[in-house]
């Protein structure tokens, strides 16, 4: 089945040490997106890819990095995590196709934890 | 920016009640509207979706929604809830044309009792 991946579903990591989450993809969508997602808040969009271009949220921290090598991966990045950065990290995908259709298919998150 | 509000965080219902579950957006132009659905261990999932036309929308599992343009509205219904619809619900908006990104709101907990 066409599916959104996300690896790992659990990382711990310490403060300030680099993480990279990671998401695949095999519905061959043209849009990627990483959201936010905090305990009792709406998903929080940071950044998106439209094919190869990326699109960044004016509130998104520079913390915040993220790689797409290719239609199929994206990548986020934390370059020096703090402990406000625990939360559920979401990946989703949609195919856009000009019209402004746009639902989204999501992943099934990487639970981040700062120590 | 378009915002969107979920009044009801937390929603217990028994097996059989029904559900309402609101959803207003602030945006004064037009908009795609969506329910997303998220049960325990699983991944966010569209529920339904408006982008034009009848605006009761129907989508999986028995659930539908009224789009209520004056009342800038999207509120969730099914008749007869089901344990097995215990999730979290999350409305979310988009501005119509092009690509616009999509505003989540903080979702609602719905937990239905045997």
């Known amino acids: 089945d066409a599916m959104v991946i996300q690896n790992p579903r659990y990382q711990v990591t310490q403060f300030g040490k680099p993480v990279t989450l990671s998401c695949s993809q095999t519905?061959?969508?043209?849009?990627m997106y990483w959201y936010q997602q905090k305990s009792s808040q709406a998903p929080k969009l940071l950044f998106h890819y439209y094919d190869k271009d990326f699109n960044n949220e004016a509130d998104t921290p520079d913390n915040f990095q993220s790689r797409r090598p290719n239609t199929s991966f994206c990548f986020l990045d934390i370059r020096s995590p703090g402990l406000g950065d625990a939360a559920m990290y979401l990946c989703a995908t949609s195919r856009e196709i000009g019209g402004g259709y746009n639902e989204q298919f999501f992943g099934p998150g990487t639970r981040l934890t700062v120590l | 920016a378009q915002s969107v509000s979920q009044h009801n965080h937390h929603v217990i219902l028994s097996e059989a009640a029904s559900l309402e579950l609101g959803c207003n957006y602030s945006?004064?132009?037009?908009?795609?509207l969506f329910w997303y659905v998220q049960y325990p261990g699983q991944h966010l999932q569209l529920l339904l979706k408006?982008?034009?036309?009848?605006?009761l929308v129907k989508g999986i599992k028995g659930f539908e929604a009224e789009f209520i343009k004056s009342k800038f509205s999207f509120n969730l219904r099914k008749p007869s809830v089901q344990w097995s619809d215990t999730a979290e619900y999350f409305c979310?908006?988009?501005?119509?044309?092009?690509?616009?990104?999509?505003?989540f709101g903080t979702g609602t907990k719905l937990q239905v009792i045997p």
């Open positions: 979310a908006v988009q501005r119509s044309g092009g690509y616009q990104k999509v505003t």
């Open positions: 945006y004064g132009g037009t908009v795609n």
């Open positions: 408006y982008f034009s036309g009848d605006p």
């Open positions: 519905l061959n969508h043209n849009v």
